[in-house]
Structures are given as structure tokens and as C-alpha cells.
């Protein structure tokens, strides 16, 4: 049989990492500032991360939701407490798309309405529901225009309240930081604006910081910049560091019912023990300080660089929009200088490290970048030492 072939790949082979380095089968090291799409959140082969599980899979990798497994009770303490959503409830499931599709169904059956809004250039996932709610031609299908889905614009407050007035949308779905379109962040403003709109007029406030979540951003959801809380926010890609697993977390005002949501694999013990295994470095080694330190660096070496037209995001989240002359760097930075970052179109690169990446790490890349687009090189980062 062959691969049903929907993706471009490169021709690039690894077999090996360690912390932000890959190896491919010809023994060429490459700098990972992608994460496979922002999943490697504490380096690669993390030696915690393999430990824990290699434990637990000794013991008991997998049983359903049919008994008692402390690991998802310990996972949902340890992720109240970091994030700050300790009241809430944690339901878990194996995916971001499953994430979103389980949040929406959820605002559907504690509002009893159908609508959803979601917004221009969001990416919610690739399953029926989670696509349907994604505004990217490529990637939505006839099949999944229900009618159900209303799109509204970013920034514009009259437009979703003109919308929401109607009183029948069960929720409004809204990227922390849009990632796949290109890493676009709302203003602190428009996602307050949202909060209160969706209070009036009863509709469920649901974040998906499945890529903007888990530390990236200096905290642990990129919304939390903006002083807002969510009614239900999903999480998925850096929660366990390559092991599929989604979250969706869930207000206390929004009661469970048996049988409203289900699911085979999620919350399994192998999972949730790589979940656990993640938050213990992200404490430990102090991951979402080091994003935000780290990202200033970013922040500072990219302002104002030649090749680009604009710098976006925040933390370890970041896209360099590049001037039209400069499109094709990508590629150079990968087979050139050995850099594995991620784009958006032709135009945008996006920088997803893991939240060990150092210092160090990051600067080996300014220092590629600006050679290979003829700029010398920005300020050390520390002031030399005198004495
Ligand atoms: C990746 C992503 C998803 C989908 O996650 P999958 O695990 O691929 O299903 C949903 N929302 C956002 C914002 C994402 O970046």
C-alpha cells in the first residue's frame, strides 16, 4: 500500500534528539526551533520524560475510562494549579482537534443552542466540527459548511456583538495567538471586549490555546496577558511533548452529565504519566521563565531586522513576516545552516522552540539569519564585562 500522500515533505530523515538537536540517518545535526508544529515543549529525549514513562509502561501503559486511574486526578491538580484554573474540571481526550470538538459540544449542551462563531484566518483543527470552525480554504471542506459556523472579524467588537445580539450561539471559539495563519495575537482590549459580550448575551467563551498554551508565551495561556478567563479553554500540542493527548478545561458553572462525553484512549496512563512527566520539567528547570527571557532576545534581535516587514508574537511564539526579496530563507536556513523552523504561506516564519531552548541556541540562529541576509550582526545580548 502506499501513503495517501497529503503532505510535502523534506527530504530529511531524523533518528535522533536531544534537547533542541536533531540528528537525521546521515549523521547531520540539525537546530530544531520548530518543535514538529510546537509539541516539543522540553526538548527532545528529555531524560525525565523517558524515564517516567518507561516506568509507568512497565507497570500499566493503558486502561479505559471503565476504572479508577489516580494519574488523571493527579494531571488535573497539577494543571489547575499551574495555570491557574484550579476550580475548573479537566475532561482529556487525544488531540487538539478532539479538544475543540469536545469544548463546542459541551457549550452546545449546557446552552441547548447550535451556533458557533469563530474568526477570520482560525485554525481550530481537521475533524468535522473543529474544521468547520476554521476560516482557511485549503483546509475546510464543502461537507463541513453547516450553516452552524459564523466567522467575524479580529479587533471588530460592533460586528461580533451585531452577531451575538441574536441570542442563539452556544459559543464563541477564539485562538490565544492565532498560529497557523501567522501568528496573529488579539489585542488585550478586543479579548476583554469578547468576555463581557459573551456574558451578555450568554454565549460560552471557549480559548483554544493549543498552540499558544502550556508556557510558550511567558504564561502558561497566552490570554492570561490580558487579565481574561475563559469559560472553557482547550490544550493539546505541548502537553506531553510528542505524546498525543488533548485537555479540555472546563468552568465550574457548566455542570457534567453522564454519557455527554466519551472516549477509548484519552486520559490513558501512559499519556497522562508523559502530561505529568512535562509539568515536572516545565517547574523544575523554571521552562516558562526561560520562554519569556529567551523570547525578549528574539523580540529584540528581530526589531528592526532588514528582512523582515514585521515581527509578531510574543515569548517563544513568533512570526517574522519577510520582505518579498527575502522569500525562499526559510529553505536556506534548513539546508545552509541546518535550522528546522515552521512557516505560514510563503511569506511568514514561525518560531515554535522547545522552552528549554537556550540563550545560546537562539543566538546561533540571529547569527545564521543575519549572515545569510547580509546584516551584521545586533549587540551581545549581555553588556561586556569591565573588571
Ligand atoms: C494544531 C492546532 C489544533 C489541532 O490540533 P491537532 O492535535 O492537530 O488536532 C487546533 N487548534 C490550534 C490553535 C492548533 O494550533
Not at 166 to 193: C, K, L, N, T, W
Request: net charge negative.
Amino acid at each position: 500500500m502506499n501513503l495517501f500522500e497529503v503532505y510535502k515533505l523534506w527530504d530529511i530523515e531524523p533518528v535522533k534528539g536531544a534537547g533542541t538537536a536533531i540528528w537525521d540517518k546521515n549523521g547531520i545535526e540539525y537546530t530544531d526551533l520548530y518543535g514538529g508544529h510546537a509539541v516539543i515543549s522540553v526538548g527532545h529525549c528529555h531524560p525525565h520524560y523517558i524515564s517516567r514513562i518507561t516506568e509507568q509502561l512497565g507497570k500499566l501503559g493503558f486502561y479505559s475510562n471503565a476504572v479508577q486511574n489516580p494519574l488523571q486526578k493527579e494531571l488535573a491538580e497539577r494543571l489547575g494549579k499551574i495555570s491557574g484554573y484550579g476550580d475548573y474540571s479537566l475532561f482529556l481526550c487525544n488531540s487538539g482537534a478532539e479538544a475543540n470538538e469536545n469544548a463546542i459540544k459541551t457549550a452546545s449542551f449546557h446552552t441547548g443552542r447550535s451556533k458557533v462563531m469563530a474568526f477570520g484566518k482560525a485554525f481550530h483543527g481537521r475533524t468535522s466540527g473543529a474544521v468547520a470552525a476554521t476560516d482557511n480554504p485549503k483546509i475546510q471542506a464543502p461537507f463541513n459548511k453547516t450553516g452552524n459556523v459564523v466567522f467575524a472579524a479580529l479587533e471588530d467588537l460592533e460586528g461580533v456583538e451585531k452577531e451575538l445580539s441574536g441570542g442563539d450561539f452556544a459559543a464563541v471559539i477564539i485562538e490565544g495567538i492565532q498560529g497557523v495563519a501567522g501568528i496573529y495575537e488579539p489585542s488585550g482590549e478586543f479579548m476583554r471586549g469578547l468576555r463581557s459580550l459573551c456574558d451578555k448575551y450568554g454565549s460560552i467563551l471557549i480559548i483554544d490555546e493549543i498552540q499558544s498554551g502550556y508556557g510558550r508565551t511567558g504564561k502558561f495561556f497566552a490570554h492570561q496577558h490580558h487579565g481574561v478567563r475563559a469559560d472553557i479553554v482547550t490544550t493539546a500540542k505541548g502537553m506531553a511533548n510528542g505524546f498525543p493527548i488533548g485537555g479540555v478545561l472546563i468552568s465550574p458553572d457548566i455542570k457534567p452529565s453522564y454519557g455527554m462525553l466519551g472516549t477509548t484512549f484519552g486520559g490513558n496512563h501512559l499519556a497522562c504519566t508523559a502530561a505529568l512527566a512535562v509539568l515536572d520539567i516545565i517547574e523544575d528547570e523554571h521552562l516558562i521563565e526561560n520562554a519569556a527571557r529567551v523570547g525578549e532576545y528574539f523580540k529584540e534581535a528581530f526589531l528592526g531586522d532588514s528582512a523582515i516587514k514585521e515581527y509578531r508574537g510574543r515569548g517563544l511564539m513568533i512570526g517574522l513576516e519577510l520582505k518579498d526579496e527575502f522569500i525562499g530563507l526559510r529553505d536556506r536556513l534548513l539546508f545552509e545552516r541546518h535550522f528546522f523552523t515552521g512557516a505560514a504561506g510563503a511569506s511568514v516564519i514561525r518560531l515554535l522552540p522547545s522552552l528549554t531552548v537556550t540563550q545560546e541556541c537562539a543566538e546561533s540562529f540571529v547569527k545564521a539569519w543575519k549572515e545569510l541576509t547580509g546584516q551584521s550582526l545586533p549587540r551581545p545580548a549581555e553588556p561586556p564585562c569591565f573588571g
